[in-house]
């Protein structure tokens, strides 16, 4: 499984970006999807998760309301829809895709700048 991040960039405090996770393998409806941050000099940080079959969606409690993560299976793409954006949002956002319980499969990250 490969996966490819994209659509990061610099936006002002309280604009908003869409990053897209597009993901090669052919057979994906068993994998869930999860969109991490990594601030510079911190760790990894979970952002959210959506089901691939169902669409049940999951936030950390940091973007719950301003951040929604969707997904359109005819793309084999998920997507994070980014509003509110605030400076502390700044980080490198990278998809993962797991199984089971571990994220085995990682994309490599996009930059998201926001300045205040």
């Known amino acids: 499984v490969q996966l490819q991040a994209s659509g990061g960039g610099l936006v002002q405090a309280g604009g908003s970006l869409r990053l897209s996770c597009a993901a090669s393998a052919r057979t994906f409806s068993n994998y869930a999807i999860g969109w991490f941050r990594q601030a510079p000099g911190k760790g990894r940080e979970f952002v959210a998760r959506?089901?691939?079959?169902?669409?049940?969606?999951y936030y950390a409690d940091s973007v719950e309301g301003r951040f929604t993560i969707s997904r359109d299976n005819s793309k084999n793409t998920v997507y994070l829809q980014m509003n509110s954006l605030k400076p502390e949002d700044t980080a490198v956002y990278y998809c993962?895709?797991?199984?089971?319980?571990?994220?085995?499969?990682w994309g490599q990250g996009t930059q998201v700048t926001v300045s205040s």
């Open positions: 993962a895709a797991k199984i089971s319980a571990n994220y085995d499969y």
């Open positions: 959506i089901t691939w079959r169902g669409g049940i969606t």
